[in-house]
């Protein structure tokens, strides 16, 4: 194609990428490097149902005058980056030189807000995506061989969990798993245990949200995989049989490797959805045992009792972005080789 | 919906309207938009405004239980979402902290006549927000549990434990104590009553630094941790409606839930008449010997947004008024303890009452006080779980509300 051609087909999207992409993210990127305003305090006496206090009061006629003059807040470099809630750079180097022992030092830092939430997040991504894969190709395996007559239910029925909004799906079996609910009641009769809680422990609720990210996420790669299948050539097959091959010995080397494309696509579509997992977190009040860094983010979009905390969100969506880069890396070289042998 | 249903709703909503214009609303023109949590109590107040819609004026309500989520965003915009927001001691300093919400005093001059001087929320002088309700968190107890298990009632949080412990001994009940523990908000809750009733101090005086990492924080949290022990080991995830059903369903003996609560507990619907009839208000216990309920003031009004009109300000005003009447606060008489004059006491709020009495202290109105709070909610959940020591749990509340406070300036 020319290279004109090209391009006045490309630039309404490349503008539109520009526009709702690019643009906010240097947007947010900005915004993290500026922190609100020193406050003015003055002090006021309060007065309502239950007496009078005197208490300090933030100067709205001053801090009015301080945004005026610069909107955009004070500026603080990377300092929201390095703080407590973010990397923690200065706690980190105090642990490590206080530090009497490994795991020690480690427990120090699980107990910094943003690698706490990056443990959880980094474990549901590597244990989710790769069951995901797994269970999706069985059970594409499976489905691809039922009579034609059951396949069109059984492949509705089995896209389901995918269908079904993860907030609400998580948010029933929230009360499916509590200690009165049906799977949750089910749980304590089969391990005999009447105080056995899935929402009490934090491994419980991290065992609890994994398996729900696998039950949610696993239609997708079943029905690329599904998909994927219906393009294995028949003859390959067939000549693979007339060898001697059995079933196992087919699906490991003629199907597993025609589909090896999907499983580099659906691992990248995983991984960046996991790494960004959030509403089960919501869904099952999790934030005791499990928070992620797309939690941290929502929590100080929320605020509490209205602080809301932009620069700190705006830091915590950066780190994301570079994470999610930085995981994703490996496959898209991968991805980049494998382009450049064919081509 | 069939024709017949379509013109009797039809009907219904013309003669709600015509009749409210006769109620004395006295609002003809303008657009009120009220946003409130949702209780029992505001959603009696916001059907009470709904009726000052139509002819002429446009009154629309959203209750939510997370409005205060909600509110900065939607006030802040010009002009703003809601002409009213729900406020509380603790929503009234989020508006406030951004100048979000407008003096009141000339409305109350003109239109105020009903309005007792209690009901007045006043901040250097001005009137900033109309309280119609006051709460506290209280003792809800089960007398035929109590009798069983032989104690009285607890009046402080150790009788509360050795009740627990006899209850549990009994074999009456696993988990007799329940609690609003849920991470979040609702634990920085319950740490900020405990605390208070401890005698505690959460600031050095007249500064933002945080003074909570003492042997008063210490004992406060070992307090919260022995309490739990008596808890479904799912309490990290209860909130107010999660008590309410465990209440109701009978598996508590003991908790301090909210005074809006109470009449929901004993309204004949969602538990048996025999848990009802045993369900009793106390005032909140105290803590280490104090004589002060452990338990924190509230409560609960309307503030007018600053970014609107002075049209739509006014008449706001006038359908807050209407919908806080006493007339309608006797006709609710068991869902709150109004603060309007003439309305009688209801049976369901002595809990209020006494904590009140016991001269339990009013929610710091303070502009940091959110941040602290926040930062309670996040933090100890891990102590609750066992993970770390009371100390390092409070160490870890004031670091990263120091974070939060130097992001928001206040340090």
């Known amino acids: 194609m020319p290279h004109r051609t090209f391009m006045s087909f490309i630039w309404p999207s490349a503008l539109a990428m520009l526009l709702f992409i690019a643009l906010p993210i240097v947007s947010v990127a900005v915004q993290s490097l500026f922190v609100a305003h020193e406050q003015v305090f003055v002090e006021v006496e309060n007065c309502g149902p239950f007496g009078c206090t005197t208490v300090q009061k933030i100067d709205s006629q001053a801090t009015a005058a301080l945004r005026a003059a610069q909107p955009l807040g004070q500026f603080n470099g990377l300092g929201t980056y390095l703080n407590r809630n973010h990397l923690a750079s200065a706690e980190i180097s105090e642990a490590w030189q206080t530090r009497t022992d490994l795991a020690g030092f480690m427990s120090k830092i699980l107990n910094l807000p943003f690698y706490k939430a990056l443990s959880f997040t980094l474990t549901y991504t590597f244990v989710v995506t790769p069951f995901v894969i797994i269970l999706g190709f069985f059970v594409a395996l499976a489905v691809n061989r039922l009579p034609s007559f059951i396949k069109g239910p059984t492949i509705f029925i089995s896209l389901l969990p995918m269908i079904v909004t993860p907030l609400i799906g998580s948010l029933i079996l929230f009360w499916m798993i509590d200690a009165d609910g049906l799977i949750g009641g089910t749980l304590q009769l089969i391990f005999d245990d009447p105080d056995l809680s899935l929402k009490a422990s934090p491994a419980l609720t991290w065992v609890t949200l994994i398996v729900y990210g696998v039950w949610h996420s696993a239609p997708f790669s079943f029905i690329v995989f599904y998909a994927g299948l219906q393009t294995v050539p028949k003859d390959t097959l067939e000549s693979a049989m007339i060898d001697g091959a059995n079933r196992w010995e087919q699906v490991r080397y003629v199907v597993i490797p025609h589909l090896l494309p999907l499983v580099v696509f659906i691992s990248l579509m995983q991984l960046m959805d996991n790494f960004r997992v959030f509403e089960p977190i919501v869904g099952f009040n999790a934030e005791a045992s499990a928070t992620s860094l797309s939690w941290i983010i929502y929590n100080d979009l929320r605020g509490s009792d209205g602080n809301i905390l932009f620069g700190s969100a705006a830091a915590t969506s950066l780190l994301t972005i570079i994470g999610v880069c930085i995981l994703l890396t490996p496959v898209l070289i991968r991805t980049w080789r494998a382009h450049g042998a064919r081509a | ?411």
Request: aromatic residues 8%; hydrophobic residues 45%; charged residues 15%.
């Open chain 2, 1 to 411: 919906m069939n024709m017949l249903s379509k013109i009797a709703l039809t009907a219904a909503v013309a003669i709600a309207g015509s009749s409210s214009a006769f109620a004395g609303c006295g609002v003809s023109s303008g657009s009120v938009r009220i946003i409130a949590n949702d209780f029992p109590a505001s959603q009696a107040v916001s059907a009470e405004a709904m009726k000052c819609d139509g002819s002429g004026a446009s009154v629309s309500v959203n209750l939510n239980k997370d409005y205060k989520d909600l509110i900065v965003a939607a006030m802040t915009a010009n002009p703003a979402e809601y002409t009213t927001s729900h406020a509380t001691n603790s929503t009234l300093v989020t508006l406030m902290n951004d100048d979000l919400v407008r003096p009141l005093n000339d409305y109350v001059a003109k239109y105020g006549q009903g309005i007792a001087k209690s009901q007045l929320i006043t901040v250097d002088g001005n009137v900033m927000a109309i309280a119609f309700m006051a709460n506290a968190q209280h003792l809800f107890y089960r007398q035929d549990i109590l009798d069983a298990a032989g104690v009285g009632v607890p009046a402080s949080y150790d009788d509360v434990l050795a009740a627990a412990k006899a209850i549990k001994d009994k074999g009456l009940m696993d988990y007799p104590i329940a609690g609003t523990y849920k991470a979040g908000w609702n634990l920085g809750e319950e740490f900020v009553n405990m605390y208070l009733g401890h005698g505690g101090s959460f600031f050095k005086p007249g500064s933002a630094e945080p003074a909570i990492n003492n042997a008063k924080g210490v004992a406060t949290l070992n307090m919260m941790k022995a309490l739990s022990e008596y808890m479904n080991p799912d309490f990290l995830t209860h909130d107010s409606n999660a008590v309410q059903a465990s209440w109701e369903a009978g598996n508590v003996a003991m908790t301090n839930l909210w005074g809006s609560r109470a009449g929901a507990v004993t309204d004949g619907e969602g538990s048996t008449a025999d848990i009802e009839k045993n369900t009793k208000f106390a005032s909140a216990p105290t803590a280490a010997g104090g004589s002060v309920p452990a338990s924190t003031l509230w409560w609960d009004g309307f503030a007018i947004a600053k970014n609107i009109s002075d049209a739509d300000a006014e008449a706001t005003f006038k359908v807050v008024m209407a919908s806080i009447s006493s007339d309608m606060a006797k006709a609710n008489v068991d869902k709150a303890n109004w603060l309007m004059p003439g309305v009688p006491a209801r049976a369901t709020g002595v809990g209020v009452i006494a904590t009140a009495n016991g001269a339990a202290a009013p929610y710091p109105m303070l502009p940091y006080m959110g941040a602290l709070h926040g930062a309670a909610g996040g933090e100890l959940a891990d102590f609750l779980q066992g993970k770390e020591s009371a100390e390092q749990a409070l160490a870890d509340i004031e670091a990263a509300y120091r974070a939060a406070a130097k992001e928001k300036g206040f340090l």
